[in-house]
């Protein structure tokens, strides 16, 4: 089983920017697809971004522009650089696989807010 472990999460202006992090242990990772997840308050959890194993992407018309979603096979990690940050990107961001995502880590809080 895949254990994920976010961070990088903060408090920060909106039109600021942040880079998450997703350290994912077991060797799985490099044979799967990844995806960044969000769950603003009272809200579902939606994707925001995935990458599959040979490095293609995409996105939500909703972040698409302002975030990238990255991948180091070697270090196991993903990344999710976000820009031009809004209010309504706060939310508790999470990593998993992506189409069918496994057991959910703790998360990393995103707070947009001046």
Known sequence: QVQLVESGGGL??????????????????SFN???????????QRELVAYITRAGDT?????????????????KNTVYLQMNSLKPEDTAVYYCN????????GQGTQVIVSS
């Not at 697809?33 to 009272?42: D, H, L, S």
């Not at 696989?97 to 959910?104: A, E, K, V």
């Open 12 to 29: 920060v202006q909106p039109g600021g920017s942040l880079r998450l992090s997703c350290a994912a242990s077991g060797s799985i990772f």
């Open 33 to 43: 697809a990844m995806g960044w997840y969000r769950q603003a308050p009272g809200k």
């Open 58 to 74: 995409n996105y939500p018309d909703s972040v698409k522009g302002r975030f990238t979603i990255s991948r180091d096979n070697a």
């Open 97 to 104: 696989l992506w189409p069918i995502p496994g057991s959910w």
